[in-house]
């Protein structure tokens, strides 16, 4: 393993707030709680550097230009350029599809596809922001807690690094792409008789005693994951020239995404590179949406939940970042719902199906903004951008089991089994036997 050295003369700038005290402090250390209150941190940008589109990207190493988060370098935070590990992410696309306007009832929709990132799913632009911050303190062990995607992209990158990655997961509750990329990439996976909720705390407590374990924890609980995240709200309004969408729609899960949506909306308005909110439409499962019933009370009452839901990646009860999202949401006027599974497997088919692909929780962004149409939320003549998390690939199990197991559904596409035959095969497709035009409507 290579030996990873601590860049901290280098390092001035890396300061990180708490969100509950205040307290302010430089970050020169594996640092993802305060040392005062135990509270949130988050990192603190010098905005002085960017005033319009033309700033952006100037003056970087070709390495860094392919990134599609650190492109957006003077957003971030200043981590020396030699301590930065990045796997040229970002840079995804934006689809239009008509069908799936149709199905939202919108006039146009796009889809923000995350799950083309390197490791297939948008938690590659927060780790390498963590990973790079981890680099430049000197860890030497890096851990996160996941539902499977987090995890995929940690093992991914601390390898790169030459840094041993941790990951605790639920046992039997990971998609089976994504535990195969944990474990192919070389990370320590234990797996606990638990659910995602409890592997977070058990985490938190190894990561509050970096003296003994010497474990750097970046889940989105670490101050520099989301400011990677950041960037894909700075990367859509770029494809959109700028021009400011009614509705920004994603899933929630721990909700640093969503956390981290909100901060970046609002440093653009800082900076003036906007000058109108987009709305955050957060959108969670029903048998995980402690943020949704929070959102519903008027943020006055909130209470974890035991989750269940088909779509495991934001099977989370009790996110970690549930004020951070909360803060996000008022700043946007936002909006937060649950859709059923039945709703995410539904939206998740056709987006399947008109050739774009995602994992179960990406459908959610689709499904709740449907829903939220359907209630009056969104006026159909509203610009929306939807965000796809994670790729199709990554939970196969998904696909088989909504196509080709149990009830059949309205987008079932079942494969048809025949012997190793032409005769076989003239019977499906020659028109006497199965006319041609059947056959394309099937
Ligand atoms: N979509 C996908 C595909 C995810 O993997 C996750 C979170 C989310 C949405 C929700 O994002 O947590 O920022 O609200 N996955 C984490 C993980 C929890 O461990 O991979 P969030």
């Not at 700075?234 to 021009?243: A, G, I, T, V």
């Not at 308005?269 to 019933?293: N, S």
Request: charged share 20%; proline share 6%.
């Amino acid at each position: 393993m290579a030996v990873v050295q601590a860049l901290t003369p280098a390092l001035a700038g890396l300061i990180v707030r708490c969100m509950d005290c205040g307290h302010e402090f430089l970050a020169d250390y594996p640092a993802t709680a305060c040392p005062r209150c135990g509270g949130l941190l988050d990192a603190v940008i010098d905005l002085s550097a960017t005033r319009t589109p033309a700033d952006i990207g100037v003056g970087l190493s070709p390495t860094l230009r392919m990134s599609g988060v650190w492109r957006y370098r003077q957003l971030l935070p200043p981590i020396p350029d030699e301590a930065i590990v990045t796997r040229a992410e970002g840079r995804t696309p934006i689809y239009w599809d008509e069908r799936i306007a149709a199905y939202a009832g919108v006039a146009s929709i796009g889809l923000k596809h995350e799950g083309q990132n390197p490791t297939a799913s948008f938690k590659d632009r927060g780790m390498t922001v963590g990973i790079s911050h981890a680099k430049a303190v000197g860890a030497r062990v890096v851990a996160c807690a996941s539902t499977g995607n987090t995890s995929a992209s940690l093992a991914s990158y601390a390898a790169a690094a030459g840094m041993r990655a941790l990951v605790v997961i639920p046992e039997g509750k990971i998609a089976g792409g994504k535990l195969g990329q944990t474990i192919a990439h070389g990370a320590l996976v234990v797996q606990i008789a638990g659910d995602f909720d409890d592997a977070l705390r058990l985490l938190r407590e190894i990561a509050a005693d970096y003296d003994r374990y010497g474990v750097y924890l970046v889940n989105s609980v670490n101050p520099f994951r989301p400011e990677g995240q950041k960037a894909i709200v700075f990367e859509m309004l770029e494809q959109l020239d700028w021009r400011v969408p009614d509705v920004i729609a994603l899933p929630g899960g721990n909700l640093g995404n969503t956390a981290a949506f909100g901060k970046a909306l609002d440093e653009l308005w800082q900076v003036g590179l906007i000058d109108r909110m987009p709305r955050l439409a957060t959108i969670q499962a029903a048998g995980a949406a402690p943020f949704a019933a929070y959102f519903e009370s008027g943020f006055d009452r909130y209470a974890p939940v035991k989750a269940d839901t088909i779509a495991t990646a934001i099977k989370i009860g009790d996110p970690a970042s549930v004020e951070r999202a909360r803060r996000a949401i008022e700043k946007t006027s936002g909006v937060v719902i649950a859709v059923s599974d039945d709703e995410i497997m539904d939206a998740k088919a056709l987006i399947d199906r008109v050739g774009i692909g995602c994992e179960p929780a990406s459908a959610a962004s689709l499904a709740g903004v449907r829903k939220l149409v359907a209630s009056g939320d969104i006026d159909p003549a509203e610009s929306v951008v939807g965000v796809l998390t994670g790729h199709v690939l990554k939970d196969t199990d998904a696909v088989v089991g909504y196509h080709l197991t149990g009830e059949r559904r309205e987008h079932a596409n079942r494969p048809v089994s025949i012997p190793a035959t032409i005769d076989a095969l003239d019977r499906i497709l020659l028109p006497d036997a199965a006319p041609a035009a059947a056959l394309v409507a099937r």
